[in-house]
C-alpha cells in the first residue's frame, strides 16, 4: 500500500512525534509498504495532497491528537489509522474525559477546575495539577509534602495558568501506576510503571533510561483484571478506535480501588513506548503492528467521525 506517515507537528510534543514517527515509517517500509513522510502542520497541509491508500497520524498533542486534523481527514475522504475527530478531541481534553467516565459509572479521582483569575478554593491535601490538553506529562505538578501541598499547588496552578486557559486540579492516589494499551478496542496486558524518580514525568518517559515496565506487576490477578476491563469500559466510553492507552492508578489504602486518570488516542511509538510494548508482549512484534493498523484503516475506509 501507499502509506502517508503524519509527524512532527505545531505541539509540544514534537520530539517525540518526530521519533515514534520516524519508527512507524522505517516498520511499515520493511513491512512492504510504500512510505511518505510529511511533517504537517495547520498552515502545511501539502502532504496530505500525496498520493496514499491510507493516513498514518503519528501526531502527538494539540492539532494532532486533538481532532483538528482527524476533521481535515474526514472532511477529505482520506482513510487513516486512528480515532475519529469526535473522540480526539473528548479524549484529549481531560476535564471532559473525567465527566464522560463519571457520567457513565466510572471511577476517576475527585478534581476541581480553575480558570485564570479564579479564587483557588481549599486545596485537598496531596494533590496533582495539570493542563487539560497537555500529554506526555508536560505540565503536570504532584503536590505531595503533606505540609507543603497548599502552597506547592497554588504555585503550580499559576504555572499551569501562565500558559493554558483552563487548570485541573485532581486528588492524589496513592498506590501503584498502572497503563493498559488497547489493540483493536481490545485491552492488551497491563503495565506496571515504575520509575526511579518520584513522578513518571516527560524526563522518566522518554530520556531516562531507569524506568521500570513490570509486566509481572505484584498485583493480584482480580485486580488486573478489573483493570483489563475498566480501561476497555472507559475506552468505548470516550469511542477511541484502532489503538489508544489508558493510565489508571491503584488505590492502595482501599484493596487497590482503580481510579482512571486519562486516556491517550494516539499512544507513543517510540523505543521505549508502552503501547507497542504491551503489543510485543501478546506476541505482536513492532512491524506488523504497524502493518495491522494501516491495513484496518484501508478497509474501514473514509469516515464521517
Known sequence: MKVTVLLGGPSAEREVSLVSGAAVAKALRE?????FESDISPTNLAGLDHPADVIFPVLHGEFGESGELQEILEARGLPFVG??????????????????????????PPYFTLRKGDKIPGIPGTCVVKAIGSGSSIDVYVCKAPAEAEAQATEA?????AKHELCLVEKFITGPELTVGLLEEKPLAPI?????????DYEAKYKRNDTEHRFDTGLPPEVIEKC????EKANAVVGAKDLARIDIMLDEADGFAPYLLEINTLPGFTPK????EA??????AFGPLVDRLAARAAVRGARTA
Open 31 to 35: 513491512m512492504g509498504h510504500d512510505v
Open 83 to 108: 480515532s475519529g475527530s469526535k473522540a480526539s478531541r473528548l479524549g484529549m481534553n481531560k476535564v471532559t474525559t473525567k465527566k464522560a467516565w463519571e457520567a457513565a459509572g466510572l471511577p476517576t
Open 157 to 161: 496552578i499559576g504555572k499551569v495558568l
Open 192 to 200: 506496571r510503571i515504575i520509575p526511579k524518580v518520584e513522578f513518571f
Open 228 to 231: 483489563r476491563s475498566l480501561a
Open 273 to 276: 513506548s508502552l503501547l507497542p
Open 279 to 284: 503489543a510485543a508482549h501478546a506476541g505482536i
